[in-house]
C-alpha cells in the first residue's frame, strides 16, 4: 500500500488542522493505521491508532482529548483532527500502515511521505 499525508500548514495555538492520509491499492481495509510525528531532534512517537474496521482507537497521551483519528475503507483514506493545538505539537507528521495492531514504529511496514504542522504561540 502507498501512503500519502497531506493537510499540514502553519497555525496558531489553540487552533485546529486536519491531516488526511491517502492510500493506493486495494488492500487498504486490511490494514491497522497510524499517525506518528517527528520533531526535529527527537525520536519518531506514536501519536494515534485505528483498527482495520474503525471500531478501536488509541491514543498518546499528549493527543488524548484533543485529537481524533478516523478512517473511511471505501475511500482509502484516514484522517487526523488535532483541536486545541500546542506549540509541541510542532512536527513532522507520518501516516502509516500495518497488519498487526500496535503503538510501536517497528509495526509500520509502510509510510507515507510527512506533512509539516507548525504550531506557532
Known amino acids: 500500500v502507498q501512503l500519502q499525508a497531506s493537510g499540514g500548514g502553519l497555525v496558531q495555538a489553540g487552533g485546529s488542522l486536519r491531516l488526511s492520509c491517502a492510500a493506493s491499492?486495494?488492500?487498504?481495509?486490511?490494514?491497522?493505521m497510524g499517525w506518528f510525528r517527528q520533531a526535529p531532534g527527537q525520536e519518531r512517537e506514536f501519536v494515534a491508532i485505528?483498527?482495520?474496521?474503525?471500531?478501536?482507537?488509541n491514543y498518546a497521551d499528549s493527543a488524548k482529548g484533543r485529537f481524533t483519528i478516523s478512517r473511511d475503507n471505501a475511500k482509502n483514506t484516514m484522517s487526523l483532527q488535532m483541536n486545541s493545538l500546542k506549540p509541541e505539537d510542532t512536527a513532522v507528521y507520518y501516516c502509516?500502515?500495518?497488519?498487526?495492531?500496535?503503538?510501536?514504529?517497528?509495526?509500520?511496514?509502510?509510510w507515507g511521505r510527512g506533512t509539516l504542522v507548525t504550531v506557532s504561540s
Open positions: 502509516a500502515a500495518a497488519l498487526s495492531y500496535g503503538i510501536q514504529v517497528y509495526f509500520y511496514g509502510y
Open positions: 485505528i483498527s482495520t474496521s474503525g471500531g478501536t482507537t
Open positions: 491499492g486495494r488492500a487498504f481495509s486490511r490494514y491497522h
